[in-house]
Nanobody, 116 residues
């Protein structure tokens, strides 16, 4: 019942920036735990960043200082501001929401390619 939709991916040069959006809709009451993960070909999926209902944030070591996660509670939307992008950031980025009583809902993914 809960739907998650990502947007904002694209092709950027090394050192560039992108802002990803993740909107959750459906039967949601209050804030949910939401997160971004990514997966590149030949690599396992990794957690990039997360934000709790109380706005406690987490960042993976490889993106600390470069990425920022934030939320718009009224829209059940989270954002991932990505600065100083590196070729190793190339991946499909997935958003998910952990909704109380409903489990985890994943988005379809948005592709980020960092290349010159």
């Amino acid at each position: 019942q809960v739907q998650v939709v990502e947007s904002g991916g694209g092709l950027v040069q090394p050192g560039g920036s992108l802002r990803l959006s993740c909107a959750a809709s459906g039967s949601i009451s209050g804030r949910s735990f939401m997160a971004w993960s990514r997966q590149a070909p030949g690599k396992e999926r990794e957690l990039v960043a997360s934000i709790s209902p109380g706005d406690v944030v987490y960042y993976g070591a490889s993106v600390k200082g470069r990425f920022t996660i934030s939320r718009d509670n009224a829209k059940n939307t989270v954002y991932l501001q990505m600065n100083g992008l590196l070729p190793e950031d190339t991946a499909v980025y997935y958003c998910y929401a952990d909704v109380p009583g409903q489990g985890r809902a994943w988005g379809q993914g948005t592709q980020v390619i960092v290349s010159s």
